[in-house]
């Protein structure tokens, strides 16, 4: 009955460009109308191939005219020590599978920011890591005094810094009410998208400080934040309108608790706070990635719909999410799955280029997608900067 439904709903057709077109019809009370469509421009996607001999020419040029010297002090660097990657909300899904992905490969040392430490234990253990290859510090994000602390943790650890993944999110879909952080922003984009600004602008410093081949940020985005794609039109959209909420501080007393000003829902908080990741990155690109070399990326991982991430929504959800991303849009990876990417996003040396968005198509290859229009607004990556900083104390 749930695959008849779920099929019912959605009907993908592949004509050379693939066409996706949705019936008229309610998934989980969800209604989608028939003018949903969007056209799956295949010249957009660049195999890993073609991208990787790109890169490989644009390195044998650079190659050419480096001195051998400092080439090879260089390559000597590279293998002096292992990397050291911070990730937010290593406990689980995502951040979990990516830190297991690059302990396993004995390069890594993983440093899990996490707001449970037993249950960041439990899980690192249970996946296997073995103690050499992490540490686990406490962080939450929804508490900006706990950044702070974190960041001073970390520096007393002596650690190096060189690549950091901002990864933790949560979601609140079916919050009737805002929730809000210590300092009284709405839970959602005051953890996934203020929590990790601090994070990020207080580490550059330290980032900066690495003298690792290739130093990395990388902002965990997604497509439902992106409303160029099938996922990022079903209700309610993500839109940051003119910013008015998050100038007043989200905190429904100068405002209301989402960006746009307009009702608190819980779902489009999640996605509005995915578009902000993603602005941000760009916006970090823009400012620092010329002057540092800093490598600044984020991406889409694909559908892992058996995460934590749900564990708010009801559970016809839970049960229905997983096949109908499985067997109907065929969007779904699994959890180990989803953590090679994000690691190749940390370590892979032909995924170096600054100010990109990630994804991966059928087989498993990355390619550089394209952001909606909102996702890449300059000038909205501009603002949301300069009212972030402020929010958080740095202006
Ligand atoms: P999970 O719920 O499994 O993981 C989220 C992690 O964030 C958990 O470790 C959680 O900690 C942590 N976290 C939540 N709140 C805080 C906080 N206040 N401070 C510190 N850590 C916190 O979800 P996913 O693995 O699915 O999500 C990881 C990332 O992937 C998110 O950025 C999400 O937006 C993104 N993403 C997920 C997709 C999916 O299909 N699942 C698709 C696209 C993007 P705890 O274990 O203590 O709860
Ligand atoms: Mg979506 C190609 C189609 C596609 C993909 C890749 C996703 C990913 N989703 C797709 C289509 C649809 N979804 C369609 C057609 C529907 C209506 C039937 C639909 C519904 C839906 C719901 C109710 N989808 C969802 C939800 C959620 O609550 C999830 C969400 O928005 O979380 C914010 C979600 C997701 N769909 C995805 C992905 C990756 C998610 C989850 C998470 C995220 O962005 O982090």
Request: hydrophobic content about 35%; proline content about 3%; charged content about 25%.
């Amino acid at each position: 009955m749930a695959t008849s439904l779920l099929s019912s709903a959605v009907s993908i057709h592949k004509e050379g460009k693939s066409l996706v077109q949705l019936k008229e019809t309610t998934f989980l009370g969800i209604s989608i109308s028939e003018h949903l469509k969007t056209e799956f421009n295949p010249t957009i996607i660049r195999s890993k191939r073609e991208y990787s001999q790109r890169t490989r020419s644009i390195r044998a040029q650079t190659a050419v005219m480096t001195p051998a010297v400092n080439r090879a002090s260089h390559e000597k660097k590279k293998t002096l020590r292992k990397g050291s990657v911070v990730i937010t909300g290593a406990s689980s899904g995502l951040g979990l599978a990516t830190a297991k992905a690059l302990a396993e490969t004995g390069k890594w040392h993983v440093i899990m920011a996490c707001r449970d430490f037993l249950k960041a234990e439990r899980a690192a253990k249970s996946a296997g890591m073995s103690k050499e290859n992490y540490t686990i510090m406490h962080l939450d994000l929804s508490s900006l005094d706990s950044v702070r602390q974190f960041v001073d943790n970390f520096r007393q650890s002596g650690r190096p810094l060189d690549v950091l993944v901002n990864n933790a999110a949560v979601y609140q879909p079916t919050a009737r009410e805002p929730a809000f952080t210590a300092e009284g922003f709405e839970l959602s984009v005051g953890t996934n998208h203020l929590g990790h600004f601090l994070l990020s602008r207080l580490l550059m410093d330290d980032l900066n400080k690495s003298d690792y081949p290739s130093k990395r940020l990388i902002i965990v985005g997604s497509i439902t934040g992106n409303t160029n794609t099938l996922a990022g039109n079903v209700p309610p959209k993500a839109n940051l309108g003119d910013l008015r909420g998050l100038a007043g501080g989200l905190n429904e007393l100068n405002s209301s608790a989402m960006i746009d000003g307009g009702n608190f829902d819980g779902a489009k908080a999640y996605k509005d706070s995915k578009i902000c990741n993603m602005l941000t990155m760009q916006e970090f690109h823009r400012r620092y990635h010329e002057e540092t070399g800093i490598t600044f990326a984020s991406l889409y991982p694909g559908c892992i719909a058996t995460t934590g991430l749900f564990r708010e929504h009801i559970p016809l959800f839970r049960t229905l999410f997983p096949p109908f991303q499985k067997y109907i849009t065929k969007g779904f990876v699994s959890e180990e799955e989803s953590g090679k990417r994000l690691a190749q996003v940390v370590s892979d040396p032909s995924l170096t280029k600054s100010g990109v968005y990630w994804s991966w198509n059928k087989d498993s290859a990355s390619f550089e997608n394209q952001l909606s229009q909102e996702a890449s607004d300059v000038d909205k990556a501009r603002k949301v900067w300069e009212v972030s900083e402020k929010l958080v104390g740095l202006a």
